[in-house]
C-alpha cells in the first residue's frame, strides 16, 4: 500500500501560479497527476517515471513536472493559471507511465485548486 499526500493548492488569481507537492510513502513508482472538475471524468495532467522520463502532455508550457526521488516527492509547477484550470487535483502513483487513470493503483486525497478571473 502506497500512501500519498498532497499538498499545495488554493486560490489563485488568473495568470498566476501554484506549485503542488505529493509526498509517497514508498519510492520508485510512476507518478501522475489527474484532475477533476465536477461531473466531468478525471483528466490525465502529465506523469513521471522513477527517471525522470515524462509523458507527453498538452499543456506541457505551462505546467512542468518533476520528481525528487531522495524525498520520494513529485512537483506539479503550474504557471499562468486559467479559470478553467480549477479544479481538484490528485496525485497518483503506478509502475507504467501511461495516461490512463486506471492503470494507477494508488491515489491521494486530492487537493484544490480555484483560479478567479
Known amino acids: 500500500q502506497v500512501q500519498l499526500v498532497e499538498s499545495g493548492g488554493g486560490l489563485v488569481q488568473a495568470g498566476g501560479s501554484l506549485r503542488l507537492s505529493c509526498a509517497a510513502s514508498s519510492s520508485g513508482y510512476v507518478m501522475g497527476w489527474f484532475r477533476q472538475v465536477p461531473g466531468k471524468e478525471r483528466e490525465f495532467v502529465t506523469a513521471?517515471?522513477?527517471?525522470?522520463?515524462t509523458t507527453p502532455y498538452a499543456d506541457s508550457v505551462r505546467f512542468t513536472i518533476s520528481r525528487d526521488n531522495a524525498k520520494n516527492t513529485v512537483y506539479l509547477q503550474m504557471n499562468s493559471l486559467k479559470p478553467e484550470d480549477t479544479a481538484v487535483y490528485y496525485c497518483?502513483?503506478?509502475?507504467?507511465?501511461?495516461?490512463?487513470?486506471?492503470?494507477?493503483?494508488?491515489w491521494g486525497q486530492g487537493t484544490q485548486v480555484t483560479v478567479s478571473s
Open positions: 513521471i517515471n522513477w527517471s525522470g522520463d
Open positions: 497518483a502513483a503506478g509502475t507504467r507511465l501511461t495516461t490512463t487513470s486506471s492503470r494507477y493503483a494508488y
